[in-house]
């Protein structure tokens, strides 16, 4: 199985610069990405948005920053169905800024999450570390 990993930094502008034309030339059975920067309902539903957001051949699963437009955002594009997609992990500072999103194939587990910068200040550079050290056990098991 080949996954690749892609930071955006904004699904809508990395689009417009070739980004699913790059996509389609990979070969790739699961596509995470991160920092999509967009609610679901801008890149899916109308056949125009299917048609540059919706790669033909691919499931798309989006996870959205709920606190903030235009904020960090996740997203999954899977050949194949997942037998399941978790979009969260319990933690709703952490999930409601659309930091996770999980997909499952049988006992593989592929994830496309975005940590918390800590770039800004104190106050996330301490909400970061508290990220990390809460995730560090969930990842282990």
Not at 86 to 96: K, M
Request: charged share 25%; glycine share 10%; with cysteine.
């Amino acid at each position: 199985m080949r996954i690749l990993s892609f930071n955006a930094n904004g699904l809508r502008s990395a689009a417009s610069k070739g980004f699913f034309d790059w996509f389609r030339l990979q070969d790739v059975d699961v596509m995470c990405v991160q920092e999509t920067k967009a609610q679901e309902h801008q890149m899916r539903g109308t056949p125009a948005l299917d048609k540059q957001f919706l790669p033909r051949g691919y499931h798309a699963y989006f996870r959205d920053s709920t606190v903030k437009k235009g904020y960090s955002g996740v997203a999954i594009y899977s050949r194949r169905e997942p037998d399941a997609v978790l979009t969260g992990l319990g933690r709703p500072d952490f999930d409601e800024e659309g930091r996770y999103l999980e997909a499952r194939f049988g006992d593989l587990s592929v994830v496309s999450f975005y940590i918390p910068s800590g770039t800004s200040g104190a106050l996330r550079q301490g909400f970061k570390e508290d990220v990390m050290a809460w995730l560090a056990p969930i990842l282990d098991r």
